[in-house]
Structure formats: structure tokens, C-alpha cells
């Protein structure tokens, strides 16, 4: 037997009890649309029994702690599905911006329609314009002393060098972009490991005096999940509740101990890579979107500037080897037809652009109708070049966009597939730790009535009392 | 399954997301009849419409240097053929003079070759544009320059052009001369068209070995030398006169194979990036439909949500 004061006691403990996971179920029902908020559960367990004659009595209920219902496991295949997505979002992300700026857009429309009006009318891509440039030759070859097909090369000459000029300064431009991506990613990235290191301080603290930090853990575990977004991380969960992160193998956050943090370098060529800042590690990423970045930038961008300029050098070198030996309208000879070395700084010869009867299309003197110059240079288009892995200057520019493209099309591919896994990892994650609002509104009757009841024993157990006072009186 | 109050909203608006994709790239599809724009869209077939165009416009280029030489050449054909027509007069002076010609007749035909000769040399000097089309590769030079004495009697008409021509290409590999040089005596090359040591026309020599006979009155001569002489030099024009023929049906037949091979290379490229348009547009219809009937589900699962709140006491 407990007696009316301690089954009073039970009473009182009971509504406390469900009080708190009242309040609990607020919690939760206040956080339904945070995505970062795990569901919290009060553990209840019966309180300690008396003994009586009758053995162990039960004394009730007691709030034991307040618990997250969360999925280690998930979580950290989240952390790493997260390193994997940041690393494809990014290279998707800049593989597109080269795309624009590549500018090599296929309208059929425009080119399609059987039109056999002239072909060198300017349009934005390189492809078209090195065919434009070609079919220029033609036309000089077709008509030497014709004044309007000479003045037509120099132009479409001139298109396609500001063409490549244009290209060039835009993959340079978007080549600045990234590498100032990656110090922007870096910084964050310090920044998130220095609030995992003060979160896992709190954290610590908070267990050792027995209690339970699980807002804290929460926010800790988003800094981790947008962390891996940036670089692939590997953690440890230690005994205090901290987690230790790693980055490429290198320590960064012991405990509550931020022991080291990510720097860019610049290795020589102007292209930042990562180590670490107080011991200057490199570090070699495999996953997130800093290493996302470096690779899409060395990558498909890299190749892509390179083959650009590997392409204006050669026909720069490859025309003007011809064109030297040929004579112009006035039977001067030896001038070079483009300018330049590369894609950057190629044009053309500007005494051309005043004057389209110095273009030397003739390969004798004093011969204003030879053309062998001019036809030369216009076979050129069709010829395998060397420098160009034996590919035709056309075939190179397809074959180059045609890798490029492949890039960014399984950037693609990969981005869609990190999606899918995503949602359906995130999807589980809530199945297990979201705020269901049925489920809550149930708890909430469920509380409301057993607090009532407990509230009832209370009651009741009153009316005894005043009974049994009432006893003597009567 | 647990399901979380916020996955609905995220899965709704997942799928939406998805769902307005494909709508987008459809619609693009559609409105642009193209299902290749982008690199990213399909590499390979990228490439392979970028080859196709190449190729297209190497076409359409040949096709531009057909018409340019069609022109050239019928310009040449139309000189060539008033020539014939002084070679053959030509002739037919140097038959009909003989023993039995009056001198006042020989004088009169004499002025008349000297006017073929004027004639022929203007017809040589024909230009297309500014380009000289008799002068072989030396086409800013007028090629023929015709010297008179006091008397106007031609004395002399030198060749200032050369004795090349020009190649140009109508196809791929496939490349024609169409300048004739006006005289070539070296023996080889392109014939020239008045001129060529190789088949014994000299049209301006012998027309002035005419001339000069004709004035003389040594009629022995021109039956004995000047009649053969310009019956060569009339072979010699019958054979440029066919041989532009020859050459403008080679450009005709070239301009038709360009056209046939432009349709053909735009058919390819319409295969590899063109959209069918029928298939596309049913195809969006459908994602449009799909679409509305995620909105529909998504508003009635939001309502049936609203609704169990609200039967809760």
C-alpha cells in the first residue's frame, strides 16, 4: 500500500510526466518544417518502487530523458551522398557556364534551309566561322581579282579571330570565376569546421552533466551535411558525444579542437589547389564541390582551352605558311595573313583590312587571276593536320565539342542520379526523424486525456482524503 | 512507411520540378524542331550535325564557285562563238581571193580583214567584271594589243598575258580551269584560244599575212599559205567552242550534284538533330497532362491532411 498522500505523489508525478511530453510534442509540431530538426521523444520509465508487504509497489512514472529518434547510419550515408552531389552540382555547374561561353549552339533554321546565298554571314560559333573562312578561300580561288570576295575573307578572317578572341577571354573569365569559386567554398568550409568544433564543445559540456544537447546535434549535423556538400569528410563519433571530421585525411576538428583549417595554394599556374593552413598539406579531394570545381577547371574546361588554342596556333601557323608565298594584286609577297600565337591574341594582318587587294592569293608574280595560293589554302580545310591529332580543322572543332559535351552530359547524368538517391535517402531520413502531423496531433489527444485522468487520481484520491477527515467529525 | 509532414511538400514539388523539366525540354523541342541545341543534349550527335554542316556548307560553297564559273564561262563561250563567226568570214576571204579578184575588190576585202582584226582583238580582250578573260592567270591585263601604221593596216597584235589558267574546285577533289589562256606557244599546257604553236593557229599572224596579200594583190600567197593557215586556225576555234561547251555542261552537271548533295546532307542533319514533330508533340501533351494530374493528386492529399486535423477533437 503507498497511501493517499504517495498515490497523491503518483498523481502529480504522472501529470508532470505527461506534461513534459506535451511539451515535447509542441516542439516538435513547432519544428514540422525544419528540415534539419529531428524528432525528439520523452522516454518514460516507471518510477522507483516501495516496498510493501506485498512486495515491490509500482510508484508511478517518471520522464527519464528527452530522446531524438534519428538513423546513424542514414545520416552519414547522407553526409557522403552530399560530398557526391556538391562534387557533380559544381562541375554541372560550370561545365554549363562553358557551354554559353563556348557559344557552339546547333540551329538548324539558320544554316539548314538549302539556302545557297553566301555562307559567310557572321554567326556566333567557331565551327560555322572556320567553315566560313574556308569557303572564303574558295571564293578568292574562284575569283581572284574580284574585290568583294577578297573583302569577304578578310572579314569572315576577321570574325573568326574575334571568335576565337571571344571564346578565349571566356573561358579565361569563367577559369577566374572558378578559381575564386574554390577560395569562396574554402572559406566556408573554415568557417563550418569552427562551428562543428564550438557545437561539439556545447555538445560535450552539455553531456557531461548528464543531460542531452539534441538541438545542438541537430544544427551540428547540418554543419557536417553542408561541410560534406564542400569536401568529402570522414568522422568519428567519440565517447563525449564530439565528432572528430577529417578532410583528405588530415584532422581538422579533435573534439572541441579546431586543429587545423583548408587554404588554397596557387602551385605555380595560377590554378589553386587545397591544403591545409598551419601545416600546408596538400590534400587530395575526392568528393565535394571544392574538388568538383578544380576538376571541371583542369578538367574539361582545361582541355577545352587548351584545344582552342592549340587550334588558332595552328591555323595561324598552317595558313600563314602558305599564304607568305603568295602574291598580292600589286605582286607584293611575304606578308603573313593572321597575327598572334594562340586563341587569345590571334587577328589579322591589318594592312588586310584597309585594303583587301594585299591579300596574296597568287602564287607567281604579276599574275593577278593565279589562284594556287588562295586554292592551297582553301584545300587546307579539308586536309588532316598533324597538330590536330590528323583531324581537318571542322572535324577537330566537332570533336572537341563533342568531348565536351560528353563531360557536361555525364555531369549531367550524375547530378540526376545523385537526385534520385538523395530524395530517397532524405525521404527515409524523414520516415524515420520528420514530424508527422498526424502522429503528433494522436500524441497530443493522448497526453491531453492521460493528463486529465492523472488529474482525476488526484481528484478522487482528495475526495478520500477529505473523507477520511471527515471520519472524525461526523 | 512513416510519412513526415514535410515530405509531401517535398515530393510534390520534386516531382513538379521533374515534371516541368521534361515539359521544358519538350517544348523547346517543339518549338525549335530540334532535339539537339546544346552540346549537352546529345555529344555524339552533336558532333556528327557539326560534321554534317561543315560538309553542307562546303557544298553550298562549291555550288557558289559553280555559279561563278558558269558565269565566266558562258561569257567566254559568247566570245568564242562571234570568233568562229571571224575565223570562218575570214576564210571564206582568203577562198574567194584569186586570179580572178578585181585589185579594187582585194583592197576592199584587205579593210575588211583589217576590221576582223580589230574585232577579233576586242572580242579577245573580253572582260567579266574586271577580269580578263582570255589572258590566262595575267587577268588584269588586257591580254591582246593590236599596233596600226599611219595607214591603219594592223602591223602587229602582241599577247601580254600568259599562258596558265586557274584551277578551281567544284567538288571535293574535283577541281576545273576555266580562263584559257589566249595564245600559248610553249609548246604544252591549256590550248590557246588564237594562238598554239601545237596545232598551227595563229589567227592574228595570219589574218595580217592576209591583210598585207590582200593589199599587194599576192593572191598566189593566200590561196598557197593564208587559206590553209586560217582553215587551221578555224579547227582551232571549233575546238574552243566545243570545249567551253564541254566545260558548261561539266558546271551544269556539277551544280545539279551540289543540289542533290545538299539535300541529301540536310536530310542527315534533320535525321541526327531534327525533332519529329508529331511524336514531340504528343509526347508534350502528355507531360502537360501528367502535370496536372500531380497538381490535382497534390491538392487532394494536402486536403485529406487538412481534413484529419480537423475530425481531431
Keep these: 500500500m503507498l497511501g493517499l498522500f504517495n498515490t497523491l505523489n503518483l498523481g502529480a508525478r504522472s501529470m508532470m510526466a505527461e506534461e513534459l511530453s506535451l511539451e515535447v510534442t509542441g516542439q516538435n509540431l513547432a519544428n514540422a518544417n525544419n528540415p534539419a530538426y529531428t524528432r525528439q521523444t520523452v522516454q518514460l520509465q516507471t518510477s522507483t518502487p516501495t516496498p510493501t508487504n506485498l512486495g515491490l509497489q509500482g510508484t508511478g512514472v517518471d520522464a527519464s530523458s528527452i530522446q531524438q529518434v534519428s538513423d546513424p547510419l542514414l545520416n552519414s550515408q547522407i553526409q557522403s551522398e552530399a560530398s557526391v552531389g556538391g562534387y557533380w552540382n559544381s562541375q554541372q555547374t560550370a561545365l554549363e557556364n562553358a557551354q554559353t561561353q563556348l557559344g557552339e549552339f546547333l540551329n538548324l533554321s539558320a544554316s539548314g534551309t538549302g539556302s545557297t546565298t553566301t555562307s559567310t554571314t557572321s554567326s556566333p560559333d567557331l565551327s560555322d566561322q572556320l567553315n566560313n573562312l574556308f569557303n572564303a578561300f574558295q571564293s578568292v580561288a574562284t575569283s581572284p581579282i574580284d574585290p568583294t570576295a577578297r573583302q569577304s575573307l578578310v572579314n569572315s578572317a576577321q570574325s573568326l579571330a574575334s571568335s576565337f578572341n571571344q571564346a578565349s577571354q571566356n573561358l579565361n573569365t569563367l577559369n577566374g570565376e572558378l578559381n575564386t569559386s574554390v577560395g569562396n567554398d574554402v572559406t566556408s568550409a573554415n568557417q563550418l569546421l569552427s562551428d562543428i568544433a564550438i557545437l561539439n564543445g556545447q555538445i560535450a559540456k552539455a553531456t557531461a552533466s548528464g543531460g542531452t544537447a539534441n538541438d545542438m546535434v541537430d544544427s551540428r549535423e547540418q554543419d557536417l551535411e553542408n561541410l560534406a556538400k564542400l569536401a568529402n569528410t570522414q568522422t568519428t563519433t567519440n565517447s563525449d558525444g564530439t565528432i572528430s571530421v577529417s578532410i583528405g585525411g588530415q584532422q581538422l576538428v579533435s573534439g572541441s579542437k579546431l586543429s587545423d583549417t583548408l587554404a588554397t595554394y596557387d602551385p605555380g599556374n595560377g590554378q589553386l589547389q587545397v591544403q591545409t593552413a598551419t601545416s600546408a598539406t596538400p590534400l587530395t579531394l575526392s568528393g565535394g564541390s571544392i574538388q568538383g570545381t578544380i576538376d571541371a577547371r583542369d578538367g574539361a574546361l582545361g582541355t577545352l582551352r587548351n584545344n582552342l588554342n592549340t587550334m588558332a596556333s595552328t591555323l595561324i601557323t598552317q595558313v600563314n605558311s602558305i599564304y607568305k608565298n603568295g602574291y598580292d594584286l600589286n605582286g607584293n609577297t611575304g606578308a603573313g595573313f593572321f597575327t598572334g600565337t594562340g586563341s587569345s591574341n590571334i587577328g589579322v594582318n591589318s594592312a588586310l583590312l584597309t585594303d583587301p587587294s594585299q591579300v596574296q592569293a597568287a602564287g607567281v608574280a604579276n599574275a593577278t587571276g593565279d589562284n594556287s595560293v588562295a586554292l592551297a589554302l582553301a584545300q587546307l580545310g579539308s586536309q588532316s593536320i598533324s597538330a590536330l591529332n590528323n583531324q581537318t580543322f571542322s572535324s577537330a572543332c566537332s570533336l572537341d565539342v563533342e568531348n565536351f559535351g560528353n563531360a557536361l552530359s555525364n555531369a549531367n547524368d550524375q547530378v540526376n542520379n545523385y537526385n534520385s538517391v538523395n530524395t530517397m535517402l532524405l525521404n527515409q531520413r524523414d520516415s524515420v526523424s520528420g514530424v508527422s502531423l498526424e502522429q503528433e496531433m494522436a500524441n497530443l489527444i493522448t497526453f491531453q486525456k492521460a493528463y486529465e485522468t492523472s488529474a482525476q487520481i488526484i481528484t478522487t484520491v482528495n475526495e478520500m482524503l477529505t473523507t477520511v477527515v471527515n471520519m472524525k467529525t461526523s | ?313
Design chain 2, 1 to 313: 512507411m512513416r510519412i513526415a509532414g514535410t515530405s509531401y511538400m517535398d515530393s510534390m514539388v520534386n516531382t513538379l520540378n521533374l515534371m516541368s523539366a521534361k515539359e521544358y525540354q519538350l517544348q523547346n523541342q517543339a518549338s525549335t524542331g530540334q532535339t539537339i541545341s546544346a552540346p549537352e543534349d546529345n555529344p555524339a550527335g552533336m558532333a556528327q550535325a557539326l560534321n554534317l554542316q561543315a560538309q553542307n556548307s562546303a557544298v553550298t560553297q562549291y555550288s557558289q564557285n559553280v555559279s561563278t564559273l558558269q558565269t565566266n564561262a558562258t561569257v567566254a563561250g559568247n566570245a568564242l562563238t562571234s570568233l568562229q563567226t571571224i575565223t570562218e568570214k575570214a576564210s571564206e576571204i582568203a577562198t574567194s581571193a584569186d586570179g580572178t579578184s578585181t585589185p579594187a575588190q582585194l583592197q576592199a576585202d584587205a579593210t575588211q580583214v583589217t576590221q576582223l582584226i580589230q574585232e577579233a582583238a576586242q572580242l579577245m580582250n573580253t572582260q567579266n567584271g574586271s577580269q580578263y578573260v582570255f589572258s590566262g592567270t595575267n587577268s588584269s591585263q588586257a591580254p591582246f594589243t593590236v599596233s596600226t601604221d599611219a595607214n591603219g593596216n594592223v602591223t602587229a597584235v602582241t599577247y601580254q598575258g600568259n599562258t596558265s589558267v586557274s584551277q578551281s574546285e567544284i567538288a571535293d577533289n574535283t577541281s576545273l580551269a576555266v580562263n584559257v589562256p589566249g595564245q600559248n606557244n610553249s609548246g604544252s599546257g591549256a590550248r590557246g584560244v588564237v594562238s598554239d604553236s601545237r596545232y598551227g593557229a595563229d589567227l592574228f599572224n595570219h589574218l595580217i599575212s592576209l591583210q598585207n596579200n590582200l593589199q599587194s594583190g599576192n593572191t598566189s600567197a593566200i590561196t598557197s599559205t593564208d587559206a590553209p593557215n586560217l582553215s587551221k586556225d578555224d579547227d582551232n576555234m571549233i575546238w574552243q567552242v566545243a570545249n567551253n561547251g564541254a566545260t558548261q555542261s561539266r558546271l551544269q552537271a556539277a551544280a545539279s550534284f551540289a543540289t542533290t548533295q545538299q539535300t541529301g546532307l540536310q536530310q542527315g542533319l534533320s535525321t541526327v538533330a531534327g525533332a519529329d514533330l508529331a511524336q514531340t508533340l504528343t509526347q508534350l501533351s502528355q507531360a502537360q497532362n501528367a502535370y496536372q494530374i500531380a497538381l490535382q493528386t497534390s491538392s487532394q492529399i494536402l486536403q485529406l491532411q487538412q481534413s484529419v486535423l480537423n475530425s481531431l477533437p
